[in-house]
């Protein structure tokens, strides 16, 4: 079975230690919730993961099917199959979202020498095209779309779509979904739940990265996580999402939130034993 691990990870921004200790297994076929106040430490676990050149991962190792991708660009990353959905999507102007997904497929299905045969195969222009309306049907979305520059005067619930059909379209092995639900009225957070749903075929791991309840009420997680203080401090089912949501995260960070933060390994394991 396939596994995305984070051992022990360590990082910084610009000399400051945010991540210490990040412990955290997701399985092919799991969708995992990762919660926590603002500062905890969320977005640079992700911006980590995929490589943002600002972030310094110091000590420990994410492992992609036992690979260790901190040594990889991020591109590299890609191809292994990683994904990564922006909390705040960039505009490319002049680049329209069909030119970039074509762009990007290709890009990811690229052999390289230690991998001789992506997973992702390699597809003619008519091939792709019919990827694509496939994936349109799939994420119920206009066609309209794929003429428009990407993320060019979008509203904030389009770039959050425009990510999900990247997503679908570039079929990773392990998606983090960085907040989407970030900006999102009611209906463009059903819409784009919907479109992560559609995507959950048993293959697929995911990460969860979320402030709310809100969100879970549609991409509902086998397993849920609290990161403070740049450690995961709690681990549980479902039922922990609707715990915070009642109680918020006061007492846990008054708790936890010193320098000295416990933490605990965060598999599947130890989610179903807490939950």
């Known amino acids: 079975m396939r596994e995305l691990v ?13 991540l210490k200790g990040v412990n955290l297994t997701v399985r092919q076929g799991e969708t995992h919730a990762l919660m926590g106040p603002n500062g905890s430490g969320k977005s640079t676990l992700a911006s980590v993961m995929m490589g943002h050149p600002s972030y310094e991962a110091t000590s420990g190792e994410v492992l992609l099917d036992g690979e260790n991708i901190l040594e990889m660009s991020p591109d590299e990353r890609a191809r292994k199959g990683l994904f990564l959905a922006f909390q705040y999507p960039m505009s490319i102007p002049g680049v329209s979202v069909a030119n970039f997904l074509r762009l990007s497929y290709g890009a990811v299905s690229k052999p390289e020498e230690d991998d001789p045969e992506p997973y992702r195969k390699k597809l003619t222009a008519r091939e792709f095209r019919a990827l694509l309306n496939e994936k349109l049907g799939l994420l119920k979305m206009d066609t309209t779309m794929l003429s428009r520059y990407l993320n060019e005067g979008f509203s904030g619930g389009e770039k959050k779509r425009a990510e999900i059909l990247q997503m679908a379209v570039l079929q990773p092995r392990f998606a983090v979904l960085d907040e989407t639900d970030s900006g999102l009225d009611i209906d ?15 293959e697929l791991g995911t990460l969860v990265i979320t402030h709310y309840q809100r969100l879970l009420d549609y991409i509902k997680p086998e397993f849920v996580h609290v990161l403070v203080a740049g450690r995961i401090v709690k681990n549980g089912g479902p039922e922990l999402a609707l715990e915070l949501e009642q109680k918020g995260y006061e007492q846990i960070i008054k708790e936890y939130g010193g320098d000295d933060v416990p933490f605990e390994p965060a598999t599947a394991e130890t989610a179903a034993a807490t939950s």
């Open 188 to 202: 463009a957070l059903r819409i784009v739940s919907e479109g992560v749903n559609a995507q959950r075929d048993g």
């Open 6 to 18: 984070i051992k022990d990870l360590h990082a910084t921004v610009e000399g400051r230690e945010i």
